[in-house]
């Protein structure tokens, strides 16, 4: 197994939630990383923010691991949820909520 | 080199023939646009899956010549 596959493999192991992005939760570095930032915010979900740009072969890896072209990328319990627009509809559905009260995850506010 | 409108809309019909196919120029620049794609082939499938029949459609190209794609996909009825 690849480096990057096991650097992957053990983040989103070892945080109940994970947000592959571009650039960090405090100076996100794209728009649609900001949004997915700005929603685990609202929420007030802790998450481990893993930076893309930091290192290459993770920004590929990613890509193929959840075989989803895009960034940013967001993991619940080891599971793929989504990218921005997906994030962003379950959201707005409530369903982003009820995943994380479903995997015992607290949220704040309930939108 | 970007994509224009047209052939988005022509690579996802030639994957998903029944697809309604709404596209919109967010930046002008031919690597941003927003895109509503209605078929039957979503149905029962989970919003991953559907994002990914478009992406799969796609050829390889989102994330590469195609920066962004807003995706919003819709199951019909058909």
Known sequence: MTDARQAIESEIKSNDVVLFMKGTPQFPMCGFSG????????????????????????????????SWPTIPQLYVKGEFVGGCDITREMFQAGELQQLFVDNGIAVKQTA | MPMDAREI??????????????????????????????????????????????????????????HALALTTLASET
């Open chain 1, 35 to 66: 949004q997915v930032v700005q929603i685990l915010g609202y929420l007030g979900v802790p998450y481990k923010g893993v930076n893309v740009l930091d290192d290459e072969s993770i920004r590929q890896g990613i890509k193929e691991y959840s």
């Open chain 2, 9 to 66: 809309e022509t690579m996802i019909k030639a994957a998903l023939p029944d697809a309604v196919v709404e596209i919109k120029d967010l930046a002008g620049d031919g690597d941003h646009y927003a895109a509503t794609v209605t078929s039957g082939a979503f149905k029962g499938k989970s919003r991953v899956q559907q994002h990914q029949m478009v992406y799969a459609a796609l050829q390889g190209r989102m994330g590469g010549v195609l």
